[in-house]
């Protein structure tokens, strides 16, 4: 599990006591991450209704994107639209794909063009509402609160996402409000974040989700994954073990929603985004890498 782990923070000065107890969490659950699997079966949904040649590739970890690429290119593939998992604007999670990419691309190679951000797409809102709503239906309370979560980035790289700054919570935050206007909701929700792993004195997004729940005046809550795709470790650690763990000291119902995972509208919003124009990429000034502080001698 730690060369996995190892692969995801390089570079960010995450201090190793961290990284350990982050490798803790996957002992847990057996070792294993189950995003993996979790991709396979999205590949498997999509490749029925996608009338191309569907391929995965990882950033971290076997299946490696260059492998992927190596392979497209062997099968004659001239063009491909790539798909990443992540529905927002951010360092992690869009520039450094449009970095993956021209890492990953070999001459003679497939040209590969990053589909654009989805989370205000009709798919992705319905499949989150839809999950929304069992969760709400499982817990049995009118009187529930919804608290959408995502992860924390440092604050010095949420201010530079996205050309004016701020994008990154600010399409969280539409994408929370198109999922509360989906389910016919008009009461307040909150919008909090998780699995912080940086350098405890670098500010990050806060509050934290746990504080969160400990300072709330909700009767109930029903927790919204809206910054992840699927139940991945950050998603059933975070949320289905501290999260839940604290609720339950403070005698809070709570419940926990889906995320869009295999949902068949978002499968087809995968589909669908195949169709769209090639989006204009992003800027090479558009979020920026986070500075990271001098390595030690």
């Not at 999205?42 to 391929?55: D, K, S, T």
């Amino acid at each position: 599990m730690l060369p996995f782990l190892e692969n995801v923070v390089r570079g960010r000065g995450v201090p190793r006591e961290r990284l350990l107890e982050v490798a803790e969490h996957y002992q847990s659950f057996g070792g294993v991450s189950p995003i993996n699997g979790q991709n396979r079966a999205l590949v498997e949904a999509l490749r029925p209704i996608a009338g191309v040649p569907v391929y995965w590739g990882n950033r971290n970890w076997h299946p490696f994107g260059e492998d992927t690429v190596r392979q497209m290119k062997a099968d004659g593939i001239r063009k491909a639209a790539v798909f990443a998992t992540s529905a927002f604007a951010g360092y992690s999670s869009c520039r450094q794909y449009y970095e993956d990419i021209d890492r990953i691309s070999v001459e003679g190679g497939p040209e590969l063009v990053k589909m654009r951000h989805f989370g205000d797409h009709p798919g992705f809102v319905a499949a989150m509402a839809d999950h929304t709503r069992a969760a709400l239906e499982r817990l049995g309370r009118d009187d529930a609160r919804l608290v959408f979560t995502a992860h924390s980035i440092p604050v010095s790289m949420a201010e530079t996402a996205g050309p004016a700054g701020g994008l990154y919570e600010a399409q969280l935050r539409r994408s929370a409000e198109l999922v509360n206007r989906e389910l016919g909701r008009t009461g307040p929700w909150d919008l909090v974040w998780q699995s912080r792993s940086g350098p405890p004195q670098v500010p990050w997004l806060e509050p934290d989700v746990c504080d969160h729940l400990r300072k709330t005046d909700a009767r109930a809550v029903v927790l919204v994954p809206i910054g992840f795709v699927s139940d991945h470790m950050e998603v059933v650690y975070d949320l289905d073990t501290e999260a839940r763990q604290v609720a339950a000291e403070l005698g809070l119902p709570l419940e926990r929603a889906a995320t869009a995972g295999t949902h068949p509208r978002f499968v087809r919003m995968v589909r669908e985004l195949m169709d769209e124009p090639e989006p204009v990429p992003c800027a090479l000034t558009c979020c920026p890498p986070p500075r990271r502080r001098p390595q030690e001698a």
